[in-house]
T-cell receptor, first 110, second 113 residues
Framework: LAKTTQPISMDSYEGQEVNITCSHNNIATNDYITWYQQFPSQGPRFIIQ???TKVTNEVASLFIPADRKSSTLSLPRVSLSDTAVYYCLTPNGAGNMLTFGGGTRLMVKP | GAVVSQHPSRVICKSGTSVKIECRSL??????MFWYRQFPKQSLMLMAT?????????EQGVEKDKFLINHASLTLSTLTVTSAHPEDSSFYIC?????????FGSGTQLSVL
């Protein structure tokens, strides 16, 4: 079972780049890594997904080293509205992304 | 991204009553539906996994007779909390699976008085 580990919380200021790292030491060869954002009283929202190296979309970048035992979500120039909990997920042995870790609670300050 | 509709968004009920939560995937078909529960300040906890047309698989500690899941079609799944009690008060979230991605409903806040 690919368990994920993330920092419990992080603080940042508006305009800064935020990097959140997740470790997934037991990730399987074919598994993707997916990051989600959750605001209070809302369902998680898909941010980005990757398999290796670097993936970039309009809101974030995802860096995955060659050994794939960790990944880093990079949020460029955060704003107050980026205050949320961020989760990284990897599939379990059956290929389903079932287990949420504790997530990282990001607080963006003015 | 995929559109998931979950209703109701909030429900308050008396202890002993049953509550049905509906989850629809509006622009895609979901062969697998996950149901999660989330208590305040905690992470999402998987309750059950259902595949269209078959019985749901429940996680350890989740009572199948209390949390009835119906996944009758590829676009609709329902979770019924039967004989709800105050300890069932929580945020319930559905998640239909398509390909390698999970998408989530907006959640249902259940408050049992």
């Amino acid at each position: 079972l690919a368990k994920t580990t993330q920092p419990i919380s992080m603080d940042s200021y508006e305009g800064q780049e935020v990097n959140i790292t997740c470790s997934h030491n037991n990730i399987a060869t074919n598994d993707y890594i997916t990051w989600y954002q959750q605001f209070p009283s809302q369902g998680p929202r898909f941010i980005i997904q990757g398999y290796k190296t670097k993936v970039t979309n309009e809101v974030a970048s995802l860096f995955i080293p060659a050994d794939r035992k960790s990944s880093t979500l990079s949020l460029p120039r955060v704003s107050l509205s980026d205050t949320a909990v961020y989760y990284c997920l990897t599939p379990n042995g059956a290929g389903n992304m079932l287990t949420f870790g504790g997530g990282t609670r990001l607080m963006v300050k003015p | 991204g995929a559109v998931v509709s979950q209703h109701p968004s909030r429900v308050i009920c008396k202890s002993g009553t049953s509550v049905k939560i509906e989850c629809r995937s509006l622009d895609f078909q979901a062969t697998t539906m996950f149901w999660y529960r989330q208590f305040p300040k905690q992470s999402l906890m998987l309750m059950a996994t259902s595949n269209e047309g078959s019985k749901a698989t429940y996680e350890q500690g989740v009572e199948k007779d209390k949390f009835l899941i119906n996944h009758a079609s590829l676009t609709l799944s329902t979770l019924t909390v039967t004989s709800a009690h105050p300890e069932d008060s929580s945020f319930y979230i559905c998640s239909p699976k398509t390909g390698e991605k999970l998408f989530f409903g907006s959640g249902t806040q259940l408050s049992v008085l």
